[in-house]
C-alpha cells in the first residue's frame, strides 16, 4: 500500500489510513455516550469513504495539536473534541 502511495505521491494519506487500521475503530460508540459520540462523528463524516473520514480526523488533531493559540491546552480540548476516541471497555 505504501509502496503504491509513493508512486501516486500520496504517501501521508495512506501513512493515516493505514495506521488507522491498526487501531479501534473510530466510530464505534461508547454504550452509554451514543448520542454524544454520534454528534461527533457527524463533524468529520466523509459521505463517501470510511477512509477519508479517516483522514478528516486526523486532519483536525493535527491542526488542534499545531496551533499555537492551543498551546498548553491540548490536554483539555483533545479529549473533550474528540472523546468518541477514547478506548471502550
Known amino acids: 500500500m505504501l ?3 509513493k508512486k501516486e505521491a500520496c504517501v501521508n494519506e495512506i501513512a493515516v489510513i493505514a495506521a488507522a487500521l491498526s487501531i479501534q475503530d473510530p466510530r464505534e460508540r461508547p454504550y452509554d455516550k451514543t448520542d454524544q459520540a454520534s454528534k461527533a462523528h457527524v463533524l468529520f463524516a466523509h459521505p463517501e469513504s470510511d477512509f477519508l473520514t479517516y483522514l478528516n480526523i486526523w486532519n483536525r488533531l493535527s491542526w488542534i495539536a499545531g496551533k499555537s493559540a ?17 478506548k471502550n471497555d
Open 3 to 5: 509502496i503504491e502511495a
Open 70 to 86: 492551543f498551546a498548553g491546552q491540548t490536554e483539555k480540548i483533545l479529549p473533550r473534541t474528540f472523546s468518541f476516541l477514547q
